[in-house]
């Protein structure tokens, strides 16, 4: 092997080292800014861990808002498979109502309920949220026309 080969694999070596130092900094990175999007079966069949930053969507069900004191509520969603209660401290989006899509942005508890840090509404009366509209039509519940 001659030097010119030596200094040429030793290169590619060290570039393939940095890659894959760089990957593995920007996976580890990503790794706390990574939220998945759960629906309501989804976390009842594949269960998540409390403190586990997920996004949860669906239908809120009609008649489960639920305000308490302050700015405190809780609302079921379901997609129409499973519901389940999210509750929020904050000022709910004016767009936000029963029936409608939303998304919720929070984590476990350590009591089981999920406790919301964002609530995303739709934008006008047509939208539904692609995740919500992604889960309801894996449940079949899809209707064309309603997006």
Do not use: C
């Amino acid at each position: 092997m001659t030097r010119r080969k030596k200094l040429r694999i030793g290169l590619i070596a060290g570039g393939l080292a940095v890659f894959a130092v760089a990957v593995g900094l920007v996976l580890t990175a990503l790794q706390d800014q990574v939220v998945f999007f759960f629906s309501p079966t989804e976390v009842a069949a594949k269960g998540v861990e409390p403190g586990q930053r997920i996004r949860v969507g669906g239908l809120v069900v009609d008649g489960s808002v639920i305000r308490g004191q302050g700015r405190q509520v809780a609302f079921d969603i379901t997609d129409t498979a499973n519901t389940m209660t999210v509750r929020y401290d904050g000022i709910l989006p004016d767009l936000f109502r029963e029936g409608q899509g939303i998304v919720a942005e929070g984590a476990f508890g350590p009591d089981g309920s999920f406790l919301a840090a964002t609530v995303l509404a739709k934008h006008d009366e047509t939208y539904m949220p692609p995740e919500v509209a992604d889960a309801l039509k894996k449940q079949g519940h899809w209707q064309e026309g309603a997006q």
